[in-house]
């Protein structure tokens, strides 16, 4: 390893949601690989969740990159969403995989990520991580898509430049494999047989993380099952339904109607809804309470 290579993630401020649309977090995507190309790193692995994210990327210092990164979020999200501030956590939490093992540990937990948090069955259907991009040629993937983005191709929402040779689809989105260092990802597997047997199994600290769950008796805790609505859904539905206006312009009255709206209509928890509305769950369940 020439370079170091860091585990990063990123938390939502009090767990909110930092993407609200499947649109949020592709932009991100996007964001990542363009900077990723300006700052020189080398991305191994990526998952996104609705208010929270986890990369694995190779570089000497990742302070710049994700400054550079997260401030170009930071300032879509806002001009999108109409809100102010600082999106996610002001400070990242970074570990350093100086051994082949722990790299292959935190590939296996960034690319389950999404398994693990009960928001999809299998890493290869959750379309926010970098799964499906790793041994292509062994699945015989081909990206007909895509083409060159050539000389003078603008990041959408961004005045940012699109290297050349990343490849881009008819809606200006980059694809991470352009970007992704997939063949080190690749070598540390070895085989694409290795590969799926580690990424479809539950790991030793899942398992544990069941049996305590269970153990402690949550209520409505079902073992192996996912959530029926993700929060990344529910905040589609809830944009689509307010429109044109914004979810950071309801007011208190109206956050709590809505929750009540989104309660009734659908499968969802309490804390789901006061991470998509930036509201304490005690403080929305109190307000909810009230007549």
């Not at 790299?103 to 999809?120: D, F």
Request: glycine share 4%; proline share 3%.
């Amino acid at each position: 390893m020439k370079r170091k290579i860091w585990h990063i993630s990123v938390q939502g401020n009090g767990r909110q949601s930092m993407f609200l649309t499947n649109g949020d977090i592709l932009h991100a995507i996007n964001l990542l690989g363009v900077f990723s190309a300006y700052y020189d790193v080398d991305v191994l692995a990526y998952a996104f969740m609705s208010n929270h994210f986890h990369l694995i990327i190779q570089c000497e210092d990742p302070q710049y990159f994700m400054k550079a990164f997260r401030l170009s979020y930071t300032k879509y999200h806002n001009s999108v969403h109409n809100v102010t501030g600082s999106v996610g956590s002001r400070s990242f939490r970074v570990g350093l995989l100086n051994t082949r093992e722990k790299l292959i540990e935190k590939l296996i937990y960034v690319i389950r990520n999404s398994v693990r948090h009960k928001l999809q069955s299998h890493p290869y259907v959750d379309p926010y991580n970098s799964v499906k991009y790793y041994f292509a040629e062994d699945q015989c993937v081909k990206w007909q898509d895509y083409k060159p983005a050539g000389q003078n191709s603008r990041l959408i929402h961004s005045h940012k430049m699109i290297p050349q040779h990343f490849l881009i689809n008819k809606n200006g989105h980059i694809l991470p494999r352009s970007f992704l260092n997939f063949r080190k990802v690749e070598a540390c597997f070895q085989s694409y047989a290795q590969f799926m047997r580690l990424i479809s199994n539950p790991t030793e600290k899942e398992l544990a993380e069941e049996d305590a769950r269970q153990h402690e008796g949550k209520r409505n805790y079902v073992r192996n099952t996912c959530v029926t609505i993700t929060d990344l859904q529910l905040s589609e539905k809830i944009i689509n339904d307010i429109k044109p206006r914004s979810i950071a312009s309801l007011s208190d009255s109206e956050v709590v109607a809505m929750a009540r709206y989104c309660k009734n209509k659908y499968p969802v928890s309490l804390r789901q809804l006061s991470r998509i509305f930036a509201v304490p769950e005690s403080t929305l369940r109190l307000r909810m309470r009230k007549r």
